[in-house]
């Protein structure tokens, strides 16, 4: 395929449908697990052709927008579209009352959310109505001339407004299944984690520390912009090409609102920009498909930032008390915390989230005796939801800083306490859970901190000062006056895959055949590829079960089971599994079409342990029996099959107790940073890492993972933050102008040390990446800069009147 | 309007432009050329940079009235321009991974009308600097601008020349090593 060159005439172009395009691997013999192959879609990513949701393009394409609430939270009087359809362009605009099915509301776990506002907005920037025109301004314009009467409500914006006695209750009558144990309708779960006895074991306590945290809220920030385009079908359904993490939850949420039975809802993964869990729940999936079926023309729809900013969740803001206990000689003796999470309008993913900031929340440490409760609010607030790290990382902020509190009232090194307590293959959770796969905490934290130390006054030169390595950076601000260094460590743990009983599988479709004369694997299944990498390693496994060289990967759609989400660090472990599984069944396929074929001619064939290898089958000695290409003849040999992980158990919902997850993952950072004092401006110098990944499938693709996990952690702490108007509840800073995400002049070298440990439960003794190296990146960098200014430091991200003393 | 402008080495035509378009809107929409990223729209985030007359910009931030006449060369061209600046058919590198990656035959169209990828796009791709690859075509154009004028630059140049450009997924190391390689392969003259 070459790229589009669309004539003049037509006047329009972009990428074609059918879009990722097959994607076939090498022609070497090499390329199984363990090495360090190439993204396949790398080419196309370089040259641009790579089709993104919003590259999508369709003749006779209409664009859609949503018209989104002013204000947080208010009553709706009226809605008059009059003027909007009006416009010369404007093909539908459709309200709560054009809705088709019965169903109104989705949802990842509680459908509280309506698809477009019903009466009343719970949140600024709420969907109110939907426009399809047929150019993306006529459409924005004709939004804005929808005239939507609001009466303000009062809003709840954090736990004192939200559980006051006369508190507005932001989800009235409520009937999920959480509703009957939460204490107050605004919390929309409530997870206690209760084990030992925590009043006896203060009492063995020689020093306690106490402290109260404060974490910002946190945006995914991906740059591809949700978006999406929706082709309605002949048979009255409608085909998406979307950019998400799970396609089958879409559709399981979407299918409902459109009236449609699920078979009329297809859907294929178009290029996706980045996730990090803020494509979980549904953004403008539905709202392209209500207009495309409106209409009978095909709907693109793609934000932009600003909208992006309203169009997903967020990571949790969260407030935590924590009290910690230790005895003299440096053994902690209990911990007691809370934690409360801001869930906002909507339910979204924070009832697991919760679960996760209750079962992780004392971290990677030997506790007997804790006392826990994490619980997430409803409140007038952004909605929040999944971000990388998935309320592990809230609590790791807080209780890494309580580790130093704790070590410098003992007077210990702040590793050698860690170590002192470091949990450790066999160690039981606050949970119950005993944990029966390696947990190198304390070798983790001796790995980071051996690793050299970057000089000191780098930014000195022969000419002077270099600014570019300087607190301030090219702003000039200092030459080196007022700076000061600092080095902190930290370390988390992160559960991988769903936890809490949930199932948890994933589907793969392989097949075998002859083209071209060798044999050709495809890999079929419906992850989502957002970035992390998951097709290089599909394509890996299918060459290291197979023996083949030449391995296709099939674009991901809903023609093949649900794969599950492309989150909680586990689709390397699940489908990954899956893909492993499905080979195997292939494998035994082959090889009983090899035995009907060739069985006669050796009796290798029936006695010995057959393996593929370089396009052959051969025996546990090496000896070949059979080409594979002789094998299969003009057959194709297929298998489709689901693949779980070990069961999981929901949490007791009084004492927390359960089995509740699969694995755990752990990280360890040491940041190094220079600060200038009189300004409070923070220059991150090194921030280090050692990572357990159990069997690195792509070593460079998890070196990848572990730096970009750890620039979001570093972001976290020094700069990223959506500020909430407390009294209005409305965004201020939507916009990269306003919220800043690390740039490469922000980040510094991250030096990885890749431990492998095999996890013997996992596939390959693997150990999901992706989210572990977020969590304690934050709280190393919070550590360093208390190091260098003695600042207690309870709030990230630090912002620079932190440093000065203006706050 | 009607827009007449050099699109990678093209003369190129865009009729019923609304004047409100940006040169990204028209390049994206009008022409084909989704390669330019669209991640902000308001010039922070570096995706959309395209070379305009040879210098670098953010393509969201120019009125497509501003590109009327000129030339402009985005990810899509290039491997094409890089080759017209070596004065062959694109130089390029090679991995020892490479016939096992992306690059294999089948992997898709190649752009630059019979050239390989330029060597900063293989480049890229040989030191995992892509990921999700979104900030990528931004910043190809920003890295191959800079090691066009300055052919051995040190870390911290690398950096100065890409702090306009976001990246979500690296952590921007792989990125840093992509540019080195880039660099350390133009100066053995592979």
């Known amino acids: 395929m070459r790229p589009s060159e669309p004539s003049a005439a037509s006047g329009q172009g972009g990428a074609p449908l059918g879009v990722p395009t097959k994607i076939t691997q090498g022609s070497g013999t090499r390329g199984g697990i363990g090495e360090s192959t190439l993204r396949p879609d790398g080419i196309l990513k370089v040259t641009g052709e790579f089709a993104y949701s919003s590259d999508l393009w369709h003749e006779d394409m209409l664009w859609g927008q949503i018209l989104r609430s002013p204000v947080a939270h208010a009553e709706i009087v009226s809605i008059d579209t009059g003027e909007a359809l009006a416009v010369p362009g404007v093909y539908a605009v459709m309200t709560y009352d054009d809705l088709p099915a019965d169903v109104k509301h989705y949802g990842l776990e509680i459908q509280d959310t309506p698809v477009l506002a019903h009466g009343r907005v719970r949140h600024h920037g709420e969907p109110v109505a939907i426009v399809a025109a047929d150019h993306p301004e006529t459409a924005r314009r004709a939004a804005a001339k929808i005239e939507v009467a609001y009466r303000e409500l009062p809003v709840v914006t954090d736990e004192a407004s939200a559980l006051a006695p006369d508190a507005v209750l932001v989800h009235e009558d409520r009937t999920d299944h959480h509703s009957h144990h939460v204490p107050h309708p605004n919390i929309v779960h409530r997870q206690p984690i209760v084990r030992g006895d925590v009043a006896g074991a203060r009492r063995r306590a020689d020093v306690i520390v106490e402290g109260e945290y404060t974490f910002g809220m946190q945006d995914q920030a991906f740059l591809g912009p949700e978006s999406g385009l929706a082709v309605p079908e002949e048979d009255g359904g409608v085909h998406l090409y979307i950019a998400t993490q799970w396609l089958h939850s879409d559709l399981r949420q979407i299918a409902p609102v459109l009236g449609l039975p699920e078979d009329k809802v297809r859907m294929t993964l178009a290029g996706v920009g980045g996730a990090f869990g803020g494509r979980e729940d549904l953004s403008m999936q539905i709202h392209a498909c209500l207009l495309a079926l409106r209409t009978g023309r095909p709907v693109k729809i793609v934000y932009n930032r600003f909208e992006s900013f309203f169009g997903h969740v967020h990571r949790h803001p969260a407030k935590l008390r924590y009290e910690h206990g230790a005895t003299r000689d440096g053994r902690l003796t209990h911990v007691k915390c809370r934690i409360v999470l801001d869930g906002g309008a909507y339910a979204s993913a924070s009832p697991a989230v919760v679960g996760n900031a209750s079962s992780l929340g004392i971290g990677p440490y030997v506790v007997d005796d804790v006392d826990i409760e994490a619980v997430a609010l409803y409140t007038n607030n952004p909605p929040c939801g999944a971000m990388r790290g998935f309320g592990a990382v809230q609590a790791c902020f807080a209780y890494e800083a309580q580790m130093d509190k704790l070590a410098k009232e003992l007077g210990l090194d702040p590793v050698e306490f860690r170590q002192l307590n470091a949990m450790e293959q066999g160690t039981v959770m606050p949970t119950g859970q005993r944990v029966d796969s390696p947990a190198p905490v304390a070798e983790l934290l001796r790995r980071v901190k051996a690793m050299p130390m970057p000089p000191e006054r780098q930014w000195e030169s022969s000419e002077g000062a270099d600014v570019r390595q300087l607190p301030g950076g090219l702003s000039n601000t200092t030459h080196g006056e007022g700076v000061v260094r600092g080095v902190g460590y930290a370390v988390g743990i992160k559960n991988v895959g769903f936890s809490e009983g949930f199932d948890d599988y994933s589907t793969a479709r392989v097949r075998m055949e002859v083209a071209g004369g060798e044999p050709v694997v495809t890999v079929h299944t419906a992850m989502a590829e957002v970035g992390q990498g998951g097709v290089t390693v599909h394509a890996q496994i299918a060459r290291t079960e197979l023996g083949v060289t030449r391995v296709t990967i099939h674009p991901a759609d809903t023609r093949v089971g649900s794969a599950g989400s492309t989150s909680a660090s586990r689709q390397t472990y699940v489908t990954g599994g899956a893909v492993r599984h499905a080979c195997a069944l292939v494998r035994e396929k082959v090889l009983e079409l090899g035995r009907r074929r060739f069985g006669s001619y050796h009796p290798a064939w029936a006695t010995a342990e057959l393996l593929l290898e370089g396009g052959k089958v051969v025996t546990d000695d090496g000896e070949a029996l059979a080409d594979l290409v002789d094998v299969l003849g003009d057959e194709a040999v297929e298998a489709e099959e689901e693949w779980r992980h070990r069961p999981t158990e929901p949490f007791d919902p009084r004492t927390g107790q359960g089995d509740g997850h699969v694995q755990y993952s752990f990280a360890a950072h040491r940041a190094v940073v220079e600060v200038d004092t009189e300004l409070g401006l923070v220059k991150v110098v090194e921030l280090a890492c050692a990572q357990d990944v159990g069997k690195a499938l792509n070593p460079l693709s998890v070196v990848g993972q572990i730096q970009g996990g750890t620039a979001q952690g570093l972001g976290m702490a020094v700069m990223e933050e959506i500020l909430v108007d407390p009294r209005t509840a409305k965004v201020r800073n939507p916009s990269f102008t306003d919220y800043l995400i690390p740039t490469i002049l922000d980040t510094p070298t991250i030096p990885v040390d890749v431990l492998e440990l095999a996890d013997g439960h996992a596939p390959y003794g693997l150990r999901g990446v992706g989210e572990a190296p977020t969590l304690s990146s934050t709280p190393a960098v919070l550590a360093a800069i208390r190091d260098a200014t003695g600042l207690e430091l309870n709030r990230t991200p630090v912002r620079p009147e932190h440093l000065t003393g203006t706050a | ?190």
């Open chain 2, 1 to 190: 309007m009607r827009l007449d402008f050099t699109v990678n080495g093209r003369p190129r035509q865009a009729d019923d432009v609304w004047e409100g378009e940006s040169l990204l809107y028209v390049l994206r929409e009008r022409l084909g050329l989704p390669g330019s990223k669209n991640a902000c729209e308001q010039g922070e985030c570096g995706s959309c940079t395209v070379r305009l007359d040879g210098v670098p910009v953010c393509s969201c931030l120019v009125a497509a009235g501003q590109a009327e006449g000129r030339e402009v060369v985005t990810v899509e061209g290039l491997a094409h321009y890089a080759g017209q600046r070596s004065g062959g058919t694109g130089a390029r590198g090679t991995s020892p991974d490479e016939a096992v990656g992306g690059a294999a035959e089948g992997a898709g169209p190649q752009a630059g009308e019979g050239t390989g990828p330029a060597p900063v796009q293989q480049a890229f791709i040989d030191a995992g600097a892509v990921q999700c690859g979104f900030c990528t075509p931004g910043l190809l154009i920003a890295a191959d601008a800079l090691l066009e004028l300055n052919p051995d630059p040190t870390d911290a140049d690398i950096r100065e020349a890409l702090s306009g450009n976001l990246c979500r997924c690296t952590g921007y190391e792989k990125i840093m090593d992509a540019v080195r390689l880039a660099a350390a392969r133009r100066s053995e003259g592979v």
